[in-house]
């Protein structure tokens, strides 16, 4: 490639929002669409300013339901498509999402959540019906280019959409990233994707989320939503990513995602300094989540504490991992200012020791508002 | 298909054929799948139906047309449109549209939907697409109830109009008055082309073919966002018998939603003139 066509990549300080759009415009993303929300706003901004000069689009929709709706059709092109929104927006997308993973549409949504309270939201399929979609969350800028990228493949392979859960921080903290093409390998082709090409041919696509096929009148849902759940199987066993830190000799392991693990880190620097043996589990991929990676790791712990940004929703998952083979405490809670971004008490090192040091110690951490 | 059978000219038969033998006079349409579909007796959707893809064959889009699909009784018409299709949900058509025509420029993109998925639960959809003058045509098919449902009142249902949850015909102080949908797109700016026809007999199967005609030629020109309405029998959800559903159509709804053209490059037509 010459100089003319690389574009510089070169490590710069980056607002999360603009390191995400590029990073998606670097792996072919051509079609966005959304409509604006804080903290996501931004996100839409860098789309809007540099999807044209890459020959693609971006549309400021006049909902988020026209949003997804519109990358729903892009992306059943065959283009590398995303919306995004923050999780109020995306309640509002929940119909589509639950559609689109039944058509098996590969779609990027990023979701730049008021904190933690998505969690449910974002991995238990959020609208009607049985389906589940990969959701990936980032605990930084850097990291948050590299899913990105991730995204886009995870949807072309497995015909899934695909969640990137920032938040606040992720969307409007500045960080030195350096964005280029990552190669994550072969991709199967698109030649489910509708070009029209097929017309009269007696082998026309129609890409649907209800298993209806051409020449028939009928639709077998037996065939189609066995085909469905086996694939959600298989990404179930083969989509599980996480970070263990310092677990090998801990007493207690926090369970961290998103952002919020780094105030843990910070907070476990501390307690080790103390003297006391904790280490920190991060799920990257809260759906499928690491149930056996967790397992693993608290196998030699005394307590697993779980450190999420809302009332107590990832706990569920770390249970369902554990089945009550370690003893699990919440030591996290609500946390919000008075605009609802999420920047709230909890986002404080100190106060995430202290009440690390509770659970350590076998006392009740308390439950409800971190204030 | 073309038809470039020349009756006159020799055939040499020492060679293999060069063209596929083909029966002469074959009103086997290209684009509709032969085979059984659930749709009731007397419906008027087939009909529209088949007035769209012979529409698309005749313009030579059989290998670029893709259709967006919303959901309805002609949903089940699906399998047998042998063009490529999206499925969208109920009212999204126009927005799936948008996607695929922003990322295909040079495909010709329709919706085909139903009175209570564009103008019921829909509507903002699509009056944005038409509003942003999206190079798209919108297809509706217009019979004034949810036949899916058993015949619900929608928002196209005329007054007096006797529906499942307006037993009585539809009132305008208890259920408001109908939208006419054609009227309201067509005052839009980026609306390009814009005309209401019926199926309820030849002559106006005729003429629905021609508007389809004009607003995909209008979508190849790159206008901007065009549209046809096409008001279609469903003596099923009327309540009616069904050998009365063309006249039932022509003088109760086409009474208030008036057939013809409403705009044609961009401009009103004056329907009093």
């Known amino acids: ?371 | 298909m073309s038809n470039d059978y020349d009756p006159l000219r020799v055939i040499p038969t020492d060679a293999p054929p060069t063209v596929a033998c083909r029966k002469k006079g074959s009103f086997e349409p290209a684009l509709t799948l032969m085979g059984e579909h659930d749709l009731c007796p007397g419906c008027g959707e087939p009909l529209a139906l088949r007035q769209i893809l012979d529409s698309i064959e005749a313009l030579g889009h059989a290998q670029d047309a893709i259709g967006v699909i919303g959901i309805g009784c002609y949903t089940a018409l699906t399998s047998l449109m042998d063009v490529d299709l999206i499925q969208a949900l109920h009212g999204r058509a126009p927005s799936v549209a948008t996607g695929a025509k922003r990322m295909r420029p040079d495909n010709l993109i329709f919706t085909l939907q139903g009175d209570g998925d564009m103008v019921n639960e829909g509507l903002q959809e699509v009056i944005h697409t038409a509003a942003r003058g999206e190079n798209v045509t919108c297809i509706l098919l217009n019979n004034g109830v949810f036949g899916e449902t058993g015949g619900h009142m929608t928002s196209t249902t005329v007054l007096g109009q006797r529906t499942k949850n307006s037993i009585e015909g539809r009132d305008a102080k208890q259920h408001g008055y109908p939208i006419l949908i054609g009227d309201l797109l067509a005052g839009l700016q980026g609306t390009a082309y814009c005309a209401r026809a019926s199926v309820h007999d030849a002559k106006g199967v005729a003429r629905t073919r021609r508007f389809l005609d004009r607003a995909f030629t209008s979508q190849e020109k790159g206008q901007g966002f065009s549209f046809v309405e096409i008001l279609t029998m469903c003596p099923t959800g009327w309540f009616i018998p069904t050998a009365e559903g063309p006249s039932y159509l022509d003088e109760e709804l086409g009474a208030i939603h008036e057939v013809g053209e409403l705009k044609k490059d961009g401009v009103l037509i004056d329907r009093n003139a």
Not at chain 1, 65 to 91: D, M, V
Not at chain 1, 169 to 195: C, M, N, R, S, Y
């Open chain 1, 1 to 371: 490639m010459s100089a003319a066509e690389s574009p510089p990549n070169q490590r710069r300080l980056m607002e999360g929002s603009e390191a995400i759009a590029e990073a998606a415009i670097a792996a072919g993303c051509r079609f966005f669409s959304g409509y604006p929300m804080t903290p996501f706003t931004e996100v839409l901004e860098c789309f809007a300013k540099r999807l044209p000069d890459e020959g693609g689009h971006c549309i400021n929709s006049e909902s988020e339901i026209e949003a997804i709706g519109q990358a729903w059709g892009a992306a059943a092109t065959g283009a590398r498509a995303a919306t995004g929104s923050t999780g109020q927006g995306l309640s509002l997308m929940q119909e589509s999402m639950s559609e689109i993973t039944r058509a098996e549409i590969p779609i990027v949504i990023f979701n730049m959540a008021r904190g933690q309270g998505d969690y449910f939201q974002a991995t238990r399929g959020g609208g009607h019906g049985d389906y589940r979609h990969i959701v990936l969350a980032p605990e930084s800028v850097g990291e948050a280019t590299e899913l990105t990228q991730l995204a886009f493949h995870l949807a072309d392979q497995w015909r899934h959409p695909v969640v990137i859960y920032g938040d606040y921080l992720i969307a409007h903290t500045a960080e030195a990233v350096q964005i280029e093409k990552i190669d994550f390998g072969p991709l199967p082709d698109k030649d489910w994707a509708v070009d029209g090409s097929l017309g009269g041919t007696g082998r026309s696509r129609n890409v649907n989320p209800i298993g209806m096929e051409k020449g028939s009148k009928g639709i077998d849902p037996n065939k189609f939503w066995q085909r469905l759940s086996d694939k959600e199987d298989r990404i179930q066993e083969a989509e599980q990513r996480f970070e263990v830190e310092q677990a090998e000799d801990a007493e207690l392991l926090i369970v961290a995602f998103g952002t919020l693990a780094r105030f843990a880190r910070a907070a476990i620097r501390d307690l080790r300094a103390e003297g006391l043996k904790v280490g920190l589990f991060r799920p990257i991929s809260l759906w499928p989540f690491p149930a056996q990676a967790l397992r693993d790791a608290a196998s030699g712990c005394k307590r697993v504490a779980v450190l999420e940004q809302n009332a107590g929703q990832m706990i569920d998952d770390v249970q369902l991992s554990l089945l009550g083979s370690v003893p699990v405490v919440a030591i996290g809670g609500i946390s919000t200012d008075a605009a609802g971004f999420g920047i709230g008490a909890l986002l404080d090192s100190d106060r995430i020791a202290a009440r690390a040091r509770d659970a350590y110690a076998g006392k009740p951490v308390p439950r409800g508002v971190v204030s």
